[in-house]
């Protein structure tokens, strides 16, 4: 039986088969592989696009069962049209039929492994035809084609939304050239590079708006239900579709290391990374199926040697449990669970880089969130403008005019409020910053700054009790108003925190802002907030809860976080955050949004869940099926429908995982 670990869900060692492999070679092509489950076979990998029968017909499990199938009912008409023939047609027809598969448990065996489903089953065919049994035979050998062939239509369903994903980027561009616009490949275009994407078109790379403002569906990656505005300065994703309007782009990354090949490389990657629980099992299984081999010798031998029981009863009831004994639904019981889970979080915007962190998922009780550009959007907005002796239109007109140029957060905020109002900016000159502080300059010959606020400033202590930092604008030694601005929360962020108390998650918020920034918003999502923290302060506090026996979840975006996610039992970037936080995470939300951190646990949980299933699926069957084989009740034919029912089964379970 052809297992799901050998159709994309892990990644065999060149010790496994006597022969390299590059698991990120081309999908085009045909592998030899062994696995510790023994299903050493050929097989192929769909390609981008299509269908997953005709993928099951290029590959062969299709053909063979066909073929199969066509052999032994052509075998059962010639036997009733000319029974002088004997069972000479149903042996031809079996013969045939199980070459293929007689040839892939020959070359297991040389690859070191006598105890793939192949070689068993070759033995167990050859053996019922000998004593014989040969309709059974031919019958067990057409149970096997077909249940090959409806395991490798399931396992083709979880790799199809990856392949899916993969071909989304358009393989050509617009790109701006000397003279206007140029077709040229995808693959081609390089960070600088400005392309121009029209309405209802597909955005070939990643990269920043330079010029229109459109909706992008971007929900073929990040599951994002509604277009998304995009104007000027606003980052787009390859892959994704444009809207009505016509943008255009500055290209930010190659194509090789776009958001979508990030996703598939890291997807793939996580496939062919074993999780703890796949290790065991797999070490389990290179035990038990020389064990069940043992146990079948024994049953088809000790009993007519010692009791003088008939040869060929045993002989039939040994071959029986030789293929119930098949570990394949044992061992794939978790890289079909893991892959399927992995290739839906990736389908909705939830990367998960491997099956660990899907089991460490699984049991986080524990979930602590950066704040700044985490829990809240990362870009301050001015909230109020407080005159004191000038007014609203000329404390945003200086503020505007000090502010152009600077890249500060709350100097962005003062100019885009001022734009938003349609306030003019004053032309300031000898404009300085002051770090920690703000900026000074000299508008129309006086001295003009607008400084943070200090701290035993009454005016603007209720603002401050809001979660809102502020800074007054001074001109000539007098305080002419104040600016608030704020970092507001994500749409989001109460109803993700709610999501995790719900899955019986503590939740907290450890930032390096001030305790009166932070504690606001921690109450007004129901958090416990940890105010002040540097690096190595949100390292130590993670530290500590794991000290206490808990499962912690760090979530950041920002440099300052990455000890943190290294740390943690897992590590979950927020999409836009930096490469250093998406790198050192073992997780990460595509497109930001503080549900996802829920959604990621409980899909984990859904996996795990499911693997324990699918062991018990696996082991009881053939429990019950060894008793009833070495009881005489059962044969040949239903020890071959019990491993491929319980390895489609088991299969059928774990794709349970890929809705939505």
Known sequence: MSCLCCQGFTTPKEEDCGRGHDPHGDDHHDHDHDHGCGCGHDHGHAVAGEGALAALWRDGPGKAAVFAAVAVQAAVVAGRLWPSVGDWPLLLAMAASLGPVARRGFAAARGGNPFSIEALMTVAAVGAA??????????????????????????????????????????????????GVETVDAADLAPGDVIVIGAGERIAADGTVIGGDSAVDESPLT???????????????????????????RVAAAASESAISRVVALVREAQAAKAPVERVIARFARIYTPAVVGVASAVAVLPPL??????????????????????????????????????????????????????????????????TGTLTRGRPRVTDVVPLVAGRAEILSLAAGLALGSSHPMARAVAARAAEDGVAAAQAEAVTAIPGRGLTGRVAGAEVGFLAAGEDDETVRPLRAEGKTVSVLWRGGVALGAVAARDDLRADAAAGVA?????????????????????PLAREIGVEARARLLPEDKLGAVRALQNAGARVAVVGDGINDAPALAAADVGIAMGGGTDVALETADAASLHGHVADVG??????????????????????????FL???????TGLWPAVLADTGATVLVTANALRLLRR
């Open 599 to 624: 959604e990621m646990i409980g899909l984990a949980r859904r996996a795990m869940a499911t693997i324990r299933a699918n062991i018990l699926i696996a082991l009881g069957l053939k429990s019950l």
């Open 306 to 371: 010692l009791a003088g029981q008939p040869w060929e009863d045993w002989i039939y009831r040994g071959l029986a449990l030789l293929l119930i004994g098949c570990p394949c639904a044992l061992v794939i019981s978790t890289p079909a669970a893991l892959a399927s889970a992995l290739a839906a979080g990736a389908g909705r915007g939830l990367l998960i880089k491997s099956g660990a962190a899907v089991e460490a998922l699984a049991r986080v009780d524990t979930v602590a969130f950066d704040k």
């Open 130 to 179: 000998v004593i014989g049994a040969v309709a059974e035979a031919a019958t067990v050998v057409l149970l096997f084609l077909l249940g090959e062939c409806l395991e490798s239509l399931a396992a083709g369903r979880a790799q199809a939304g990856i392949r899916r994903l993969a071909a989304l980027v358009p393989r050509t561009a617009l790109r701006e050239a000397s003279g």
């Open 499 to 519: 999501r995790l108390k719900s899955l019986g998650a503590r939740v907290l918020m450890l930032t390096g802002d001030s305790p009166q920034a932070a504690e």
């Open 223 to 249: 599951g994002e239900s509604l277009p998304v505005a995009k104007g000027t300065d606003d980052p787009v994703y390859a892959g994704t579709v444009n809207g009505e309007g016509t943008l255009r782009v």
């Open 627 to 633: 008793i009833t084989t070495v009881a005489g009740v």
